[in-house]
């Protein structure tokens, strides 16, 4: 049976950290490109990162560079998003989608090449 969640949100305050994780189970992320999406109330959605798995190459928006970080463990065929330095603008749904190939590097953040989705986890940045 084939399964893929997110997992990891949370409550946090400004400043704080929380780390993200997409697992599959029942197929391998070998071949694919695992993106990390948000969407706040009243936002399109935002492709924030991307991993393609077997290279390890990463893509960031601005909104995100030097704050979050994504990687891989093949072992655990899972993708984590570590987020740090927290915003409130950072609150919204967090989704995973799957690629079953490598992008452009223009195209990583384009939500309609990604298929396969996971059903999102709430991150909320408050005080």
């Known amino acids: 049976e084939m399964h893929f969640a997110e997992s990891g949100g949370d409550l946090v305050q400004p400043g704080g950290s929380l780390r993200l994780s997409c697992e599959a189970s029942?197929?391998?992320?070998?071949?694919?490109?695992i993106g990390w999406f948000r969407q706040a109330p009243g936002k399109e959605r935002e492709g924030i990162s991307s991993?393609?798995?077997?290279?390890?190459?990463?893509y960031y928006a601005d909104s995100v560079k030097g704050r979050f970080t994504i990687s891989r463990d093949s072992a655990k065929n899972t993708v984590y998003l570590q987020m740090n330095n927290l915003k409130s603008e950072d609150t919204a749904v967090y989704s995973c989608?799957?690629?079953?190939?490598?992008?452009?590097?223009?195209?990583?953040?384009?939500?309609?090449?990604?298929?396969?989705w996971g059903q999102g986890t709430q991150v909320t940045v408050s005080s």
């Open positions: 029942g197929f391998t992320l070998d071949a694919t490109t």
């Open positions: 989608g799957l690629l079953d190939s490598t992008p452009l590097p223009t195209q990583w953040a384009q939500a309609e090449l990604y298929f396969y």
């Open positions: 991993i393609v798995f077997s290279e390890g190459t990463t």
